[in-house]
């Protein structure tokens, strides 16, 4: 019961905590998707990306 009063008066006791909480673990949850979603697709598409087969292509002077 301590720990939710506290949780409660560390968070959501004020509408500016409130919305600054909201706010900040969208922004990570967000950080955390975008992350996790480009590592997944750089390993399903490895090999057919132009960064994989620049070197292929494009002569370096």
């Known amino acids: ?4 009063r506290s949780f409660y008066n560390a968070l959501f006791r ?3 905590q409130m ?3 909201v706010f900040a673990s969208a922004f990570a ?8 979603m480009n590592k997944l697709w750089d ?4 090999g057919r990306q132009w960064k994989d087969i620049r070197s292929r ?3 370096e002077e």
């Open 29 to 36: 949850f967000e950080m955390v998707y975008d992350t996790s």
């Open 14 to 16: 004020n509408n500016w």
């Open 1 to 4: 019961m301590a720990a939710t």
């Open 57 to 59: 292509y494009v002569e």
């Open 43 to 46: 390993n399903h598409n490895r």
């Open 19 to 21: 919305l600054g909480a």
